[in-house]
């Protein structure tokens, strides 16, 4: 005679003994089946809340970071952000200037027109002419201005100088470094509570190009003043701070954002409806870190005094710096829409199977009209159709590998993946259903 089996943790089981059970018995122990499946499923949905919401919460630090890091880590990523501004015409205008500025201060004016006076008194000029020979400054510094900024002007503009800027930045890519850790020296330091920019081979260039120009007395420019405030701020130690424990994570804050997004949605009771809120929820939060950066935007531009940098090269400089940071954060939020269409698309919704229902039609009539023609995939096709579960969650697993693998992915790289997987799966699909249509269509014996 069998033993009765001992009850486990999540099984109370009927009492011990060979009678039958009472209606009153069985009433009893469904409830504890019961009672013990409510209590199971509350802690299932418990962690998985805990999972989620950690992994919203970390979704927008990971797109910063895997950024902070890419910076840091990657030279030519670097060379490749700031190569814009070395031919943006705000920046170029605000550098012109700075530069233009500096050379005219360092021209005394004032004293030629001095020495002009006494030459003149010396050659018996009327003293009309030597009292008034003052009123030459303006006039004089006007066009050194004029002169000085054309030829800076030529030297800012030219793919000579945006070539330098690019050389000079991947040899400083300790920039970077220096900017989000205070530490190395750079074109790009953190000095005090400012973010500054050296222009000290910019100046040395320009000295040259001048004195070259015929104005010998540029060489003796002092060097003096050769950067430009990008950022003032007084919290710029706490963002040091927070930099550096965002390059630390860099690597490792995206994947744990994913794996923590992964075991919510294996530990979930519905699988497909958790996945559709973790795609939802980092959309979400994509969408804050977006609306983040204007307002960290504004707040870097208000941050800028005009007379350090004009608005517009201070908007143009900001812009520069976020763009592929900002393109990840649409990445994240295209892939996030993508992920939620294709958990609602294997829902039970009556959009859903109308969707399925119309592409299995489509595939299915492209199939049968190949076997008709003649082009019959065989044993191929059928095991095609007998695995096409198996087949799509691979083709759609190897397009999520190819995202993860992929060197920066932008949202046109995201649109180039899905429609290669579709195109596959539909392929797959037509190959199946040529097989089916065969076999249907081959008479006996065949």
């Known amino acids: 005679m069998n033993q009765p089996r001992a009850p486990g943790p999540q099984d109370p089981g009927p009492p011990t003994g060979d009678h039958p059970l009472t209606p009153g018995e069985r009433d009893d122990y469904a409830r504890l089946r019961q009672r013990e499946a409510?209590?199971?499923?509350?802690?299932?949905?418990?962690?998985?809340?805990v999972l989620l919401v950690l992994a919203f919460?970390?979704?927008?630090?990971?797109?910063v970071a895997a950024w902070a890091n890419s910076q840091v880590s990657d030279t030519d990523r670097y060379?490749?952000?700031?190569?814009?501004?070395?031919?943006?015409?705000?920046?170029?205008?605000?550098?012109?200037?700075?530069?233009t500025t500096h050379v005219v201060d360092n021209v005394d004016v004032n004293g030629i027109t001095d020495a002009l006076g006494k030459a003149l008194a010396k050659a018996d000029a009327p003293p009309a002419i030597v009292d008034k020979s003052h009123l030459l400054a303006g006039p004089l510094k006007n066009a050194l201005t004029t002169a000085v900024h054309n030829v800076v002007d030529k030297v800012i503009t030219s793919d000579q100088f945006a070539q330098l800027w690019n050389e000079a930045n991947r040899r400083a890519h300790a920039a970077v470094v220096k900017t989000l850790t205070g530490e190395g020296n750079s074109a790009v330091q953190a000095k005090g509570d400012a973010v500054v920019l050296d222009l000290g081979?910019?100046?040395?260039?320009?000295?040259?190009?001048?004195?070259?120009?015929?104005?010998?007395?540029?060489s003796n420019i002092p060097d003096t003043d050769k950067t430009i405030t990008l950022l003032r701020t007084d919290k710029l130690d706490d963002a040091q701070d927070a930099m550096r424990l965002l390059d630390v994570v860099g690597t490792w804050l995206p994947v744990t954002t994913i794996v923590l997004a992964a075991l919510a949605v294996w530990a979930a009771p519905a699988h497909?409806?958790?996945?559709?809120?973790?795609a939802i929820g980092i959309g979400?939060?994509?969408?804050?870190?977006?609306?983040?950066?204007?307002?960290?935007?504004?707040?870097?531009?208000?941050?800028?005094?005009p007379t350090a940098l004009p608005p517009d090269a201070a908007a143009s400089v900001y812009d520069t710096f976020v763009r592929f940071m900002r393109n990840s954060t649409r990445t994240v939020l295209v892939t996030a829409v993508i992920t939620a269409l294709a958990g609602y698309l294997y829902g039970p919704g009556r959009g859903?199977?109308?969707?399925?229902?119309?592409?299995?039609?489509?595939?299915?009539?492209?199939?049968?009209?190949?076997?008709?023609?003649?082009?019959?995939?065989?044993?191929?096709?059928?095991?095609?159709?007998?695995?096409?579960?198996?087949?799509?969650?691979?083709?759609?697993?190897?397009?999520?590998?190819?995202?993860?693998?992929?060197?920066?992915?932008?949202?046109?790289?995201?649109?180039?993946?899905?429609?290669?997987?579709?195109?596959?799966?539909?392929?797959?699909?037509?190959?199946?259903?040529?097989?089916?249509?065969?076999?249907?269509?081959?008479?006996?014996?065949?």
């Open 272 to 278: 497909r409806v958790t996945l559709m809120v973790a």
């Open 352 to 446: 859903a199977r109308f969707i399925r229902s119309a592409s299995a039609r489509a595939t299915g009539a492209t199939g049968r009209a190949m076997a008709r023609s003649g082009l019959r995939t065989g044993a191929t096709g059928h095991w095609l159709e007998t695995h096409r579960p198996w087949t799509t969650g691979i083709v759609i697993a190897a397009a999520a590998l190819t995202l993860l693998l992929w060197n920066y992915p932008t949202a046109a790289v995201v649109a180039l993946v899905l429609g290669i997987t579709v195109l596959v799966l539909a392929v797959l699909a037509i190959l199946g259903a040529a097989s089916t249509a065969a076999d249907k269509s081959s008479p006996p014996g065949v």
């Open 79 to 99: 060379v490749q952000t700031v190569a814009p501004l070395a031919k943006e015409p705000s920046v170029q205008n605000a550098v012109t200037d700075r530069l």
């Open 284 to 305: 979400v939060m994509m969408l804050l870190l977006l609306v983040g950066l204007v307002v960290a935007r504004r707040v870097y531009l208000d941050s800028v005094p």
């Open 38 to 49: 409510l209590h199971h499923r509350r802690l299932r949905y418990a962690a998985t809340s």
């Open 201 to 218: 081979t910019v100046v040395d260039k320009v000295k040259q190009k001048l004195v070259d120009e015929g104005y010998e007395k540029a």
């Open 57 to 63: 919460v970390l979704s927008p630090l990971a797109v």
